[in-house]
């Protein structure tokens, strides 16, 4: 259903489907078993056709839009200091990220996402300004990996756990720092790194 009224650009429609599955099942449940298997069909609808971008672009924001949504409704964070969460480098795939802010949001896990592009020496500063528990690292492409978002950053103590999510990560050894296998998983380690 959302499928069709995403090709059908009915955008009331979408939104609120994916309101009601978050409700219903919660942000992993949604994110797994809905969400990215819808935006797997657009994707792969648009690269065998060549259309339907925007499509994509309208289903990435309104997702984008309830997520944040989602993630803004924590009343008492368990946390003392926020969780960060980028896409590193020249990644512009950020939705992860929202995904991620949305189910910690529902731990009660408090987050700064600071979106698409992240540089390092944005990453830093955030670093010494809130020295997070944990900082969450996302790269969908190889391209946008290196060991020196983790390795440059300030050191500070106590030292933040360091979770990398993304199948760009795959492309360089990631030994010294952990990498999550999903969204779950994720949230699992940054729930552990605040001691939840």
């Known amino acids: 259903a959302i499928l069709n009224a995403v090709n059908a ?9 994916l309101r009601n599955e978050i409700a219903e099942n919660g942000i992993i449940s949604a994110w797994q078993d809905v ?11 648009w690269e065998a056709s060549g259309k339907g971008v925007e499509i994509e672009h309208m289903l990435t924001e309104i997702l984008k839009r309830v997520l944040r949504e989602s993630a803004a409704e924590i009343v008492v964070p368990i946390n003392t200091r926020p969780v960060l969460l980028a896409s590193v480098g020249e990644e512009l795939h950020s939705l992860p990220l929202y995904a991620l802010a949305a189910a910690l949001c529902e731990r009660n896990i408090e987050t700064y996402v600071l979106g698409a592009r992240t540089p390092l020496s944005a990453l830093s500063a955030m670093v010494t300004k809130c020295a997070p528990p944990a900082i969450f690292m996302w790269a969908q492409l190889p391209k946008n990996t290196d060991t020196k978002y983790w390795r440059e950053i300030p050191s500070i103590r106590p030292a933040p756990r360091i979770v990398l999510g993304g199948p760009g990560w795959d492309a360089i050894s990631c030994d010294e720092v952990i990498r999550a296998e999903g969204l779950e998983h994720a949230c699992q380690e940054i729930s552990q790194a605040i001691g939840a």
Not at 35 to 45: C, M, N
């Open 35 to 45: 969400f990215v298997p819808v935006l797997t069909q657009v994707g792969s609808a």
């Open 9 to 17: 650009l009915d955008s009331l429609f979408v939104e609120t489907m």
